[in-house]
């Protein structure tokens, strides 16, 4: 018997690996000429309506025959024996083989080797225009472009109802959105189903393997407790971003009011955020969500280096800019070794900040987080943008040497790479 539980991204419910089940590829269509003469396509292994499949999705459309995968002895894996990587099995209504393989529960497909070695989600979380949008996508921008210095290799996944669901497809979408059209994403809309970002990750060094899963969910989720209950992803979450809107720290707020900055209108306190995750946290103990890997990530930092001054926010000499007071970026991104020095300097600047009365004034908020997840809990400073929008969206570029306007996230990468480091096994090289 394999141990492995196998957590489903889309439905949540755990299976072990011989409860899979496997549906039919066949597309093939047959020619018919019926009585009158005509000739009529047929499918060869026709599409039915799916019970499991259309409760999921609360929808009724038909898909194809889903079948047990009986899984042979050595694709079990026995008491002393890895289990075999598992084959092709044949569709018992037209014979052929098939490799699709699905959740017993939902029947939505599942990447093979996601059964076969398990995965683990990483949520990002945050009250509505926190930020979050912006930063999956920039976040996994910048892990394809930097996954060769950081010794990992990443592939987005093509699994999914249609291609538009595919993680590969939402984000090039997205991406050109950001990247080409220099505009930032705009608001999510609430959905009874999240569509997971599933993204295959390997340690080039140690081969370990892990699909992460995303869910940019819209921040409305994030409101209340009795929603969050709904937030299933983020109960079986192995580590957890969660998105601090910089905007709505009121001091930042007022002094950048004062200078025309507007600053979203439907900005949510971060205080309410950090609530209802604390109280979600107390109210369910035997979670032990404060023995996983928190990130903190203040979003849309560039406002807060940009006005430093203003803001009495001392971060000369700090990890954060570079010496012509620039928000500088992570140093592993050029010689591919992660300093804990930088981040642990960049965390404690941001601490300093909230608990010092004449900056941020929030004290109590950084003591509950020190105090209830100790080592597990980090502070960052984030931009996924690289710099501020304006009223309707279009990106406020930094020119590059031939005077192009580029869009370049900052730092947008450290919480991901502190929270593998933390995990284990990715062989981050992490001085
Ligand atoms: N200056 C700056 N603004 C940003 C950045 N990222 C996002 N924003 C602004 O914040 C707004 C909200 O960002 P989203 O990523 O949509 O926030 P969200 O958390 O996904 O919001 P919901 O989908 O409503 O829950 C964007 O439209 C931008 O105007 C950033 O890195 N810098
Ligand atoms: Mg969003
Ligand atoms: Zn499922
Ligand atoms: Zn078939």
């Not at 269509?29 to 799916?50: A, L």
Request: hydrophobic share 35%; proline share 4%; with cysteine.
């Amino acid at each position: 018997m394999s141990k492995v539980n196998i957590l489903c991204p889309y439905c949540f419910e755990p299976f072990v690996r011989e409860a899979v089940r496997v549906q039919c590829v066949n597309n093939a269509e047959v020619q018919k000429v019926s009585e009158d003469g005509t000739i009529r396509k047929s499918p060869v292994c026709p599409s039915e309506e799916d019970e499991k499949y259309n409760n999921h999705w609360g929808s009724r459309v038909k898909i194809k025959y889903v079948y047990p995968a009986n899984l042979t002895r050595k694709e079990r894996g026995g008491l002393f024996s890895k289990p075999k990587e598992i084959q092709a099995k044949p569709c018992p209504r037209c014979g052929i083989l098939s490799q699709r393989f699905v959740c017993p529960h939902c029947h939505n497909w599942l990447p093979t080797e996601m059964i076969e070695k398990g995965s683990d989600i990483i949520s990002v979380v945050g009250g509505p225009a926190s930020g979050k949008s912006n930063y999956i996508v920039a976040l996994i921008h910048q892990l394809r472009k930097y996954q060769a210095k950081l010794g990992l290799s990443v592939t987005l996944q093509q699994v999914g109802r249609n291609e538009s669901e595919m993680t590969t497809n939402l984000f090039k979408e997205a991406e050109k959105t950001i990247f080409k059209q220099k505009e930032a994403l705009r608001k999510t809309q609430v959905t009874k189903n999240p569509i997971p970002w599933i993204i295959r990750l390997e340690s080039r060094m140690t081969r370990k393997a892990v699909y992460l899963v995303f869910y940019d969910t819209a921040g409305e989720v994030f409101k209340n407790i009795e929603k969050m209950r709904d937030a299933l992803y983020y109960q079986h979450s192995k580590a957890v971003i969660v998105a601090f809107d910089t905007l709505a720290i009121p001091k930042i707020k007022k002094v950048l009011e004062k200078k025309n900055i507007d600053s979203n209108d439907e900005a949510y306190d971060y205080k309410e955020m950090w609530d209802t995750i604390q109280n979600f946290s107390q109210q369910h103990r035997d979670y032990k969500l404060t023995s996983r890997p928190y990130a903190f990530v203040f979003t849309k930092f560039d406002t807060v280096i940009d006005n430093y001054e203003d803001l009495d926010f001392r971060i000369e000499g700090s990890s954060f800019i570079d010496d012509e007071g620039n928000f500088k970026n992570s140093s592993y991104i050029k010689d591919g070794v992660v300093k804990m020095d930088e981040l642990k300097d960049c965390s404690n600047t941001i601490a300093e900040a909230l608990r010092d009365p004449e900056i941020w004034d929030e004290e109590a908020f950084v003591t509950n987080i020190e105090k209830e997840w100790g080592d597990n809990g980090m502070f960052f400073g984030v931009s996924a943008l690289g710099g501020m929008t304006d009223g309707v969206g279009n990106i406020q570029t930094k020119k590059n040497e031939d005077g192009e306007g580029v869009v370049t996230p900052i730092k947008v990468l450290d919480p991901l790479v502190w929270i593998l480091w933390k995990l284990g096994g990715f062989g981050i090289n992490i001085k």
